[in-house]
């Protein structure tokens, strides 16, 4: 496979492997720490309706669009936008776009690494008796507090971005796609363990009623409904880099619009079975999820653990697979740096790899203390800016009939004429309403 300047380009060796990757992508620390709070919080069933609308509609337009653009360029936001631009004459300023989408997915996967070196040090504590040995909620909550700030935890948060760029430095096809063969179907295996155990537990059935059932008031707040967009935008990992650089190492052959149903369905299951495990858990003990993000990772669930028959067991299982969930994203989000780095500097995928690394490593060192912050900025402003330019790029600079010439390439069935107009007006507008909303009320993703 080659760029559209000529160069040699990695891909995805099976259309399976490319799918997977593009869920280990999506699923993520939003679907196991801020979908089940959502779930408990706006009305259950009231705020899956409006979830399910919303991720419908994401994956049948931003999915398959920045899979397209990807796949059309052969290359990173940066080379794909100064193609779109290159017929105006504004190669250059597309270009210079394109580093914002690339610029906002390292920033987040430095911030992601701060939360992986968490992940990784509670994950090996269930192993040594550390993670459950605090006595109350209070210890663990001053255990977390410790470890969460300002290089407090320096090992193990280096020891996750080494362990994501061993993946990485061997490339698509060897290094991340059979990584994501292995470790996502392991992910969904063990929480699908985790949720079997907990639905015999006592009480847990309270917990199930809490999900499915539809608060009609609930099912008309206007505060769930943007939630509930919010919470599909983000966890479809529609940025304008993640979904496009794994869409650039794709043949013309690959059905498009199937491979984001299928990342669609997947992302949406995890989310789902993450709020069938953590919401009956609470319900085990009288108790309703209110507290989302690492708050209910490192302090609440810990504690509620200890206190199950067989909390050390189902603690091991669940940091285990939070930790599969949590390498798979974060080497997607070091892969549109990398691959830029290579394509701009004309890098060897070693050296690409080692200078993006280093920077990732010492910077998100740095940030320990900060890193809530961080990830807020990117988070409410570059991630839907960036998603919002490349459907600007896609539908509206190269147009409705090359936007769905390239997202029907390969495809059994050409995509219908409702595609261009949903994705010009309604997705791009939806990114824009995101970046808006988030700004307003501190982030709703």
């Known amino acids: 496979m080659e760029t559209q300047k000529g160069h040699k380009r990695d891909r995805f060796g099976t259309r399976w492997g490319f799918i997977l990757a593009c869920i280990g992508s999506a699923v993520g ?3 196991i720490w801020m979908f089940p709070t959502r779930v408990s919080r706006f009305g259950g069933g009231a705020f899956l309706i409006w979830y399910f609308l919303f991720v419908v509609l994401v994956g049948a337009t931003g999915v398959i669009e920045e899979m397209s653009f990807g796949r059309a360029s052969r290359s990173g936001p940066v080379d794909a936008f100064g193609m779109a ?36 040090r509670y994950t090996a504590g269930v192993f040594a008796g550390t993670t459950l040995a605090p006595a109350t909620v209070e210890e663990f909550s001053g255990a977390f507090g410790t470890m969460a700030s ?34 996502m179907p392991v992910f969904f295996f063990l929480f699908l363990g985790l949720g079997v155990y907990i639905l015999f537990q006592p009480g847990a059935v309270q917990g199930y009623r809490y999900i499915f059932r539809i608060d009609p008031d609930m099912l008309l707040n206007p505060e769930v409904v943007i939630y509930a967009m919010g919470q599909a935008f983000f966890s479809l990992s ?12 794709l043949g013309d052959q690959e059905d498009i619009p199937a491979s984001a149903r299928n990342v669609a369905f997947f992302d949406t299951l995890a989310a789902m079975l993450a709020a069938l495990v953590l919401i009956p858990a609470m319900a085990t003990v009288g108790a309703r999820l209110d507290q989302g993000g690492p708050g209910l990772m490192f302090i609440f669930l810990p504690n509620l653990f200890k206190g199950m028959a067989g909390g050390t067991v189902i603690a091991a299982v669940f940091f285990v697979a939070v930790t599969f969930a949590g390498i798979t994203s974060l080497i997607n989000l070091y892969e549109a740096p990398i691959a830029t780095v290579q394509e701009k500097f004309r890098l060897s995928r070693r050296n690409a790899c080692m200078a993006v690394g280093l920077t990732g490593a010492v910077v998100s060192v740095c940030i320990q203390g900060i890193v809530s912050a961080w990830m807020d900025v990117v988070s409410i402003y570059i991630c839907p800016l960036g998603a919002g330019i490349a459907s600007v790029m896609f539908f509206w600079v190269l147009g409705s009939d090359y936007a769905r010439r390239e997202a029907s390439r390969g495809s059994k069935k050409p995509l219908g004429s409702w595609f261009c107009p949903l994705g010009k007006y309604v997705f791009t507008g939806m990114c824009f309403l995101v970046l808006a909303v988030g700004a307003m009320m501190g982030g709703i993703g």
């Open 238 to 249: 529609v940025a304008g880099n993640g979904t496009l650089i794994y869409g650039s190492y």
């Open 29 to 31: 620390m939003g679907n």
């Open 150 to 183: 300002a290089f407090g935890n320096n090992l193990w948060q280096l020891t996750a971005v080494a362990a994501a760029f061993m993946i990485l430095v061997s490339g698509v096809g060897r290094g991340i796609e059979k990584v994501n063969k292995v470790l």
């Open 85 to 120: 631009c290159r017929p105006r004459g504004m190669e250059k300023f597309g270009e210079a776009v394109g580093l914002i989408p690339v610029l906002g997915s390292m920033a987040m996967a430095i911030g992601y690494s701060v939360v992986m070196g968490w992940i990784l």
